[in-house]
Structure formats: C-alpha cells, structure tokens
C-alpha cells in the first residue's frame, strides 16, 4: 500500500469534477445522440443493404433502443473522451499501478475469489427461488453460460483495473489508507447508481432538446428514495468496500477481479434462467444486487474472503 503524500493536489475534487462533467456532457450528446440513431435507421430502412444479416440486426437493436439507452451510451462516449484529459490532469505514472506477479498466487486467488463470490451468491438465489420470491422462466436454459462468462470477465478486469487499480492509487497518493478507502467506495456505488431508474422512459415522441437534463432529474430523486437507498446503494458501497479491502490487503488486483467477476456471473446467470415473482422489498428486490439478504451477503463474503486471503 502507497504512503499518503502531502506535496500533490488532492485527486478526489478532479475525479468528482470528472464525473459531473461526463454527466453533463450525457445529457448534451444523448438528444443528438437519439435523432442520430433515428435518422441513421431511416437511412438504412432505405437502402439497397437493409437485407443484409447485419444491418437487419442493427435496425432491430435500433427499433428497440429508448431514450434513456442513448443517455447511457453518451455518458460512455464522454467517460472516454475525457478520460485521457482527466489523467494528464492528475498526473498517472505507472508507478500507481498494483504488480501482477507472481501468477501463480494471483491465479489462485482470483478462482478463490471467483469461487467464493458466485457460489455465496447463487446459493443465496436457490434460498429466494425456494422462499417463492422468484419463478424459473418456461424457457430456461441451464447450460447457457456465455453472456455470464463475458459480462464476468469483462467487469471484472476493467472495473478493478481502473476503480481498485488507478482510482484506489490516487487516493492513496494524497490520503490514508482508510480515507482512500471510504472515498473510493463511495464514488464506486455513485458511478454505479448514475443510471435512470429500472422501468422509467421518455416516449420518443416526447423527446426534446432537455430531455437528457430530465434524465439527470430521475437520477437525483432516487438519492431521496430511502427504501431504494438501503436495497442498492447500500449493496453497491458492500461490494466496492470489499474490493477495497482486498485489493489493500493482497497489494494485487487479483482477488478483486475473481470477487467482482463471481458477483457478476453469479447475478446474470440467476437472471436468466428466473425472473422476479413477488415484491420483498426492502430483503429481496427484483435481481441478486438488490436488497438487505444480498448486502449481508456481500458482507459475509467479503469477510470469509478476507480470512483467506490472510491465512495464505
């Protein structure tokens, strides 16, 4: 763990900076975003290509895209716009970076990690499918494991690379080690909770120049939902707060990346052999990363994973 240095500006202020400006800038880019989609789906409707097998799946993916899918995919443009900007602007070196070596010990404790966390969590799925709260889906499909795996891999490489690896290091430049910690808990569970809220749309017809600025609207008021707070945000903190812990704890990102990625698989793969039956809220919500049962799960995962890692 990097010592805190007092000679350099604090990165936490240019790292909130960076994400109200990536915000905005979503809400800017989303409408022309959205008339861009539409005229481009137009366009190919048209043309001599629309039998072609890949343009058929574009218009499908765009027929189906509502307002807030083009807010989301903005707000990624402008994440990486201005990603290389706001590292300039804190000054990376490679030196912020957490070793890789030895694999062998890193390999072990990423399929600890992954093990721990995908088991711990379906296991705590089988107990709501048993308790009433979900129902298998008539087309289940056990053996489908591919958007699990990938979203598993995916989240858990880049996630940690840049929340545990360059973020973590940062803050670890100019604070303590358990300032670092709160501090990049907390904008983990805040990135994670700047989405419009599960179910709300703008009608197309309806969208305008602000409609992106409404967006933003739906995205504050869920910090006022007291119920939603303790079913997400609270779950959102646990896990950035292990992740943390680990990645401080082993001096690696490989733990972190088996824990996330055990998460992930576990969640998208109950996801879809099963769909939400009955309201719980605020123990069980509508997927495995929603509610207190998941928290304490989270928690208890975190804990038996930090045992672990220390006796070996």
């Known amino acids: 763990m990097q010592a805190a240095s007092h000679n350099r500006a604090p990165a936490l202020p240019k790292l909130l900076l960076y994400l109200f400006a ?62 290389w900007p706001f590292l300039r602007w804190v000054r990376l070196d490679r030196s912020l970076l957490p070793v890789w070596k030895p694999f062998g010990t890193g390999l072990r404790q990423w399929a600890l990690g992954f093990a721990l966390a995908s088991g711990l969590l379906l296991m705590l799925g089988l107990i709501f499918f048993q308790l009433g709260a979900y129902q298998l889906r008539p087309d289940t499909r056990w053996w489908r494991l591919g958007e699990a795996v990938t979203a598993a891999l995916g989240a858990g490489i880049v996630e940690e690379f840049f929340f545990r690896g360059l973020l973590l290091s940062l803050l670890l430049r100019t604070m303590s080690g358990r300032s670092a910690l709160l501090a990049g808990t907390f904008v983990f569970a805040l990135v994670h909770f700047l989405k419009p809220p599960e179910g709300w749309q703008i009608e197309d017809a309806a969208v305008t120049w602000s409609s992106g600025f409404l967006v933003l609207g739906q995205i504050a008021a869920s910090f006022g939902d007291t119920q939603f707070l303790l079913a997400e945000f609270a779950t959102l903190f646990a896990v950035g707060w292990v992740l943390a812990h680990v990645r401080m704890q082993t001096g690696a990102l490989w733990a972190g990346i088996g824990l996330h990625g055990g998460w992930v698989f576990g969640l998208k793969y109950f996801s879809g052999i099963t769909h939400y039956h009955s309201s719980w809220l605020p123990w069980i919500g509508h997927n495995l990363k929603i509610g207190l049962a998941p928290l304490l799960t989270v928690l208890l995962t975190g804990w038996i994973a930090s045992h672990l890692l220390r006796t070996r």
């Not at 008339?35 to 072609?52: D, I, P, Q, V, Y």
């Not at 307002?67 to 989301?72: L, S």
């Open 22 to 83: 990536v915000m905005l800038g979503g809400a800017l880019l989303a409408v022309p975003l959205f008339h861009l989609g539409k005229a481009g789906h137009a366009w190919l409707s048209a043309s001599s290509l629309r039998e072609s097998g890949l343009v058929i799946w574009l218009l499908g993916e765009i027929e189906k895209a509502r307002f807030t899918r083009y807010f989301n995919r903005a707000v990624l443009v402008c994440a990486i716009v201005l990603i």
